[in-house]
């Protein structure tokens, strides 16, 4: 969202045409992440304590991801990817944690089947497996990205 937001400003500041493509992509992963919260809130129901650190981390993040955006795009871009591919490696630990049958396997939550378009008997492993590839995907459009 932050790197969308001030590639469409700064678009507009230069009247610049073709970053079009690059801010939708941006928007489109922002929203893409918020999905996925929303479909493990709806699976674990968090605490009050724990929304406030869901909203701590979110304000401490959005201001060190500005100005460091503000500072440099490209390294902006790579330190998402490497993110993303440690939310890769972390969803491939999840995934056998879930096989191995020491996290249950609920039923995916009617939003993620709806997102994804999994059948109604989808489950907590097939949903995480898709999180996983929206990571892996967020990576390479940011590695790609950091090369601008």
Request: net charge negative; with cysteine.
């Amino acid at each position: 969202m932050v790197a969308g937001m001030l590639v469409h400003l700064r678009s507009l500041r230069k009247m610049e045409r073709g970053n079009g493509t690059m801010i939708q992509e941006l928007l489109d992963e922002a929203v893409n992440e918020r999905k996925h919260l929303m479909f493990f809130i709806e699976i674990v129901d968090p605490t009050w304590f724990e929304r406030v650190l869901i909203t701590t981390a979110q304000f401490i993040f959005w201001h060190y991801y500005l100005v460091l955006y503000l500072i440099s795009p490209s390294t902006g871009h790579k330190m998402i990817a490497y993110f993303e591919e440690e939310a890769v490696r972390s969803y491939d630990e999840y995934i056998e944690l879930i096989e191995a049958g020491e996290v249950e396997n609920v039923p995916a939550p009617k939003l993620a089947q709806d997102y994804y378009g999994l059948d109604i008997d989808a489950t907590l492993l097939d949903m995480v497996k898709c999180i996983r590839e929206d990571e892996r995907k967020h990576s390479e459009a940011n590695h790609r990205m950091a090369g601008f």
